[in-house]
């Protein structure tokens, strides 16, 4: 890196980063204590770059991952009522599943600093930027700093803890930037050169003084219940310190720019000192707007552009200002405020001009750039024309409207391209489940694998999954042992991704999605309308042969984030089927570590470095757990033991009809993030098995039963052999790995061990 000197009284270097980087840098040098996170797009890549630093020993931070983004708000609240330093990071859904969290921070006046990298809120989903997630931080009572490009990111999340820390102040701070525009675009960016140099602006440590939660002499009450007058005052007293935090963020950019020569004032005003017309954008948009400005003046129109450096609190005395002579502004919204005519902005915008009385300046809100939609110079030049014609007009003939939308076209409608499957092709008649009257045990028959060869794929080929992915053909293996139709619900993972890209769908039968914590409880909705509209006889005219069976899809972590909601879902005992492709990680969202990860293994926030070897702690054993709630059956199984997942499969469609909730986990090979060979997925799983690591097994009604012993058939292999077969692994073989080695083989001898008594014991 080269170092350079640069304006200002401190040393500087340049790096070539992108915009998560540069947080994840600012977060280093700052080296805060907590960071509590769980894993989204775009900004997964935060708390990745801080894991890969950590393991080589460049910051103190401990890194928390939570068991969802709700959690991982909780992890950073806890810890900065206890007196430290706090950084999160997270976008879109993520962010909402944690909003209930944000009022509580900054009521009860606790700092941190979270990353916003903003992407679209779905539903339908899509992880592309704008910014509906930033508007619903709105009016959660946090300073929000905007950031335009890396440098921004890097130098605002710098000020954005003094900002937070300041006595003043005392408030959370949001640093937003745009999902994939600044989260993933490299630039030229300037540094602070010695982490010193950060602390000496910052202060080395948070200002002492203020009450936290591990002072013995002073112990505190946090987030009491709070009556009247008491709960209105404690709110003027928020609204306080958000005004505050408009001046002090003033007197710390002037501080930043003595420091390193590069200012942020609350407005970024462009050639606006005699514009006629104007243009508002926020965040990377607005760089792209100056060129605008820049060709328009050359054709002799006054145009000028308005970017925001901060927008909470929201600067409208500046902003009036700025447009006192302004003729007409075109306002840009990254996002809808259904219903209202308009954006955030350009309401706020509106209530401003209303305030400090200017009624001449023209306005015209425009939605544009929504789900990541890109925004280039030909769309500057559009958003001035609205203006431009205003003035020519001397009215805005459409005050509100979408940029960059195109109209439907009934001709391009999607067509089905695949008939419905026949249920005498789905229910074949070959596998038969009779329930044993002395013992209660179902007894299955199935005939040889071959004979379900003609049995209709659920799933289409031509689907997005990598080669190799044990996803599709583990839940085929599983479809053929269940007869006759369903409904699916797939989790937010892989096997959700890239089967329906809009307009197309790999699903055959009936596909739901909802959010990624909460398709249990949404299947559970779809099950008990299903009984009760079949009891009312509405369902009569549809000639159904058999009950559907409903089959919950999870993976990628969705039984960490969601595990919450099966739990409810299993302790109701609806009569459905959770099905857990299991493949060690947030595959989806560039495979980083989650509770099913086991120890040692790496991830992209479980690296392997000087200082660390992969993830810490053991892995989460969801079958048991879901044994635990008492449902009528629970399995494992994988693609590698084929006629027993088939039997599985057909035991747990008669329960899910017959008796209640089904709970399955079924181990997939990942030859992407495994780092193993495409070809090598079943051997891979195969060998997860003999080494015990992963048995086969089946809880019926509370008693265990394990289905395969691979002592028994004296094929029992080292834990190591299984570990050599994947590149995420493969260090664990080593020397300097040895402890954690042993760790691991002892854990899941233990868990063998406890597995083989209560299989020779009912009770247990």
Not at 5 to 18: D, F, H, M, R
Not at 600 to 621: A, I, P
Request: net charge negative; with cysteine; charged share 20%.
């Amino acid at each position: 890196m080269k170092k350079e000197l640069q304006p200002g009284t401190v040393e500087q270097k340049i790096v070539y980063e992108s915009g998560n980087e540069m947080a994840a840098y600012a977060a280093h040098q700052i080296n805060y204590h907590v960071m509590g996170y769980f894993p989204i797009s775009p900004s997964t890549e935060v708390a990745q770059f801080l894991d890969m630093m950590k393991v080589n020993g460049q910051h103190d931070i401990v890194l928390i991952p939570a068991d969802g983004e709700h959690g991982s708000a909780g992890i950073c609240y806890g810890a900065s009522t206890a007196g430290g330093r706090v950084f999160n990071a997270t976008s879109a859904n993520g962010y909402l599943y944690m909003l209930e969290q944000m009022p509580v921070q900054s009521g009860t006046r606790f700092p941190m600093v979270m990353n916003l990298v903003c992407r679209s809120v779905s539903g339908p989903l899509d992880i592309h930027g704008d910014h509906s997630d930033l508007y619903y931080a709105l009016n959660t009572g946090w300073p929000i700093l905007m950031c335009r490009d890396p440098q921004a990111v890097y130098d605002m999340n710098i000020m954005a803890i003094k900002l937070a820390e300041d006595a003043d102040v005392r408030l959370p701070v949001i640093v937003a930037s745009d999902g994939y525009f600044t989260s993933h675009q490299k630039r030229r960016v300037q540094t602070i050169a010695s982490r010193e140099d950060v602390h000496r602006f910052i202060g080395e440590q948070p200002p002492i003084g203020y009450p936290d939660t591990l002072d013995r002499d002073n112990p505190i009450t946090v987030g009491p219940y709070m009556n009247e007058p008491d709960y209105i005052n404690n709110c003027y007293q928020q609204s306080v310190a958000m005004y505050n935090a408009g001046e002090v963020f003033d007197r710390i950019r002037k501080e930043y720019k003595a420091l390193t020569g590069r200012d942020y004032p609350v407005l970024d005003l462009y050639r606006m000192e005699d514009a006629d017309v104007a243009v508002f954008l926020m965040n990377s948009s607005s760089e792209i707007i100056k060129d605008v400005v820049d060709q328009l003046r050359v054709k002799g129109i006054k145009a000028g552009s308005i970017a925001p450096n901060m927008i909470r609190p929201f600067p409208a005395k500046e902003i009036a200002e700025a447009l006192k002579n302004v003729k007409a502004i075109t306002v840009g919204d990254r996002a809808d405020s259904y219903g209202a005519h308009g954006g955030n902005m350009v309401n706020e915008i509106k209530a401003a001009l209303f305030t400090y009385g200017n009624s001449s300046t023209m306005v015209i809100s425009r939605i544009y750039g929504l789900g990541g939609k890109d925004f280039y110079a030909e769309d500057g030049h559009h958003l001035f024309q609205f203006a431009i014609d205003a003035v020519e007009k001397g009215k805005v003939e459409v005050p509100f409207d979408y940029y960059g939308h195109t109209p439907g076209d009934p001709a391009k409608k999607p067509q089905r391209v695949t008939n419905p499957m026949k249920y005498e092709d789905l229910n074949t008649g070959l596998i038969t489940v009779k329930q044993e009257e002395e013992s209660g045990k179902l007894a299955v028959k199935i005939p040889p694998l071959r004979s379900l060869t003609k049995k209709p794929k659920r799933i289409a080929p031509g689907h997005g999954a990598c080669p190799g992915c044990g996803i599709f053909s583990g839940l085929e293996l599983f479809f053929k042992g269940i007869e006759g139709d369903i409904v699916a619900l797939f989790h937010t993972g892989c096997a959700m991704v890239v089967t329906t890209g809009y307009p197309y769908s790999a699903h055959k039968a009936t596909y739901i999605h909802n959010l990624f914590q909460n398709g249990a409880a949404t299947l559970s909705g779809v099950v008990e309308m299903f009984w009760e509209r079949k009891r009312r006889g509405e369902l009569d005219h549809l000639n159904l042969k058999d009950d559907f069976t409903f089959v919950m899809v999870t993976g990628d972590g969705g039984m960490d984030i969601g595990m919450g909601p099966a739990i409810g879902a299993a302790l109701r005992n609806h009569k459905m089927i959770i099905l857990e492709y299991d493949n060690e990680g947030y595959m989806n969202t560039g495979a980083q570590q989650s509770y099913s990860t086991p120890i040692g293994h790496r991830t992209s926030t479980s690296n392997v470095g000087s200082k660390k070897g992969g993830k810490q702690f053991h892995h989460k054993d969801t079958a048991q757990i879901m044994a635990a709630t008492h449902i009528p059956y629970v399995f494992t199984g994988c693609e590698a033991y084929a006629q027993d997942l088939v039997k599985k499969a057909a035991k747990a469609q008669w329960y899910a009809q017959n008796e209640g909730m089904v709970y399955g986990k079924i181990l997939i090979a990942c030859p992407l993030n495994w780092l193993s060979e495409d070809e090598d997925g079943t051997n891979i799983v195969n060998a997860a098995v003999d080494s015990c690591f992963f048995p086969l097994y089946e809880v019926e009604n509370g008693v265990t039963t394990i289905t395969y012993n691979p002592e028994d058939k004296n094929k029992k292999i080292p834990l190591s052999d299984w570990l050599k077969t994947m590149g995420k692994t493969r260090h664990m073989t080593k020397e300097a790995y040895a402890e954690m080695l042993k760790s691991f083989e002892e854990e899941v001898e233990r868990r063998w061990s406890i597995l083989k008594a209560k299989h020779e014991n009912p009770y247990l």
